[in-house]
């Protein structure tokens, strides 16, 4: 009996033992309690806790998490009222005073972001609100940050999701858009048509410079092909005038060489009182040289017809 009393014993020991081994995952923490205070955070590996006693208070997560609230109603400074939606990035960085630092802690996230979220967008316009996101962000991080540090959670990141103005406000700014999209609009055709006009006229400047251009070379040329026409006929002419004064100065000297003596004077001289009779005048004055010489002449020219 004492060896069967000894087993059954020793089956309970390790029942007790094995329903109280616990083992801690990777990025989990638990918070321990002995007679429910405060005893230990386990980190991760085999532990075991004492039966009856140890109790696993909390089981906390490490890793980042996120939370996304639904849209808060907050109210700007010009008496908008809108819907804004967020996302809190947050760590726990302390298993123990996230366990005991805050009742529900996620609720109470909430409700401080609610909070700090109305007092940022109050000091804003509805413009201000709708282009002033990363300074809402940045403002509530911090904000956040520092209200949760003593309940062991790291703010990392808020984000604004969405900003819902009221469906006027939505029409009002559908109906601006399409006013300002229809003005740039009419400003880009406006620029267009000025573009167009600009290089129309500039087209036609240039047309005009190139025809002024044209119509200056070909007077260019014209006036060199006259002056080039007036250079040959001038050396033209210079050449047959001296053409003719070469011809004269070769019969000079022709004359010269031949020695011709006063009856071969005389007979050139008689010559050309004969041409000149030829002529239309009606008197002919015979110089008294040739009046002597015309017996000669008449003697002669009948020698020689005999």
Avoid: C
């Amino acid at each position: 009996m004492e060896f069967i009393g000894f087993i059954i014993l020793f089956i309970i020991i390790a029942v007790l033992i094995a329903t109280n081994i616990r083992i801690v995952p990777q990025a989990n923490a638990y918070v321990v309690e002995r007679l429910g205070a405060y005893q230990a955070t386990w980190g991760v590996g085999v532990h075991v806790k004492v039966p009856l006693i140890d109790k696993i208070a909390k089981k906390v997560v490490l890793k980042e998490q996120v939370i996304d609230f639904p849209p808060q109603p907050v109210i700007t400074k010009d008496n908008v009222t809108m819907q804004i939606d967020t996302v809190i990035f947050f760590q726990i960085t302390d298993p123990k005073f996230y366990a005991y630092g805050v009742d529900r802690p996620m609720l109470a996230i909430e409700n401080l972001s609610a909070t700090t979220l109305r007092n940022i967008i109050g000091d804003l316009e509805l413009d201000e609100t709708l282009t002033s996101r990363e300074i809402i962000n940045s403002k509530m991080r911090i904000v956040l940050d520092e209200a949760t540090d003593p309940w062991g959670i790291k703010i990392n990141r808020v984000e604004v999701k969405n900003i819902i103005p009221p469906k006027e406000i939505q029409n009002a700014m559908e109906k601006q858009m399409k006013a300002e999209r229809e003005k740039r609009e009419s400003i880009l055709i406006a620029e267009g048509q000025k573009n167009a006009a600009i290089l129309v006229s500039q087209g036609k400047k240039e047309s005009l410079i190139l025809e002024a251009e044209a119509e200056k070379q070909a007077a260019i040329l014209r006036a060199e092909a006259k002056k080039e026409a007036s250079i040959r006929e001038a050396e033209g002419e210079a050449e047959a005038i001296l053409s003719i004064q070469k011809a004269t100065a070769e019969g000079l000297k022709m004359i010269k060489d031949v020695e011709l003596n006063k009856e071969v004077l005389t007979f050139k001289s008689f010559e050309s009182f004969e041409k000149a009779a030829n002529g239309q005048a009606t008197k002919i004055i015979i110089p008294s040289e040739i009046q002597g010489l015309a017996g000669l002449s008449k003697a002669l020219s009948e020698t020689l017809k005999q």
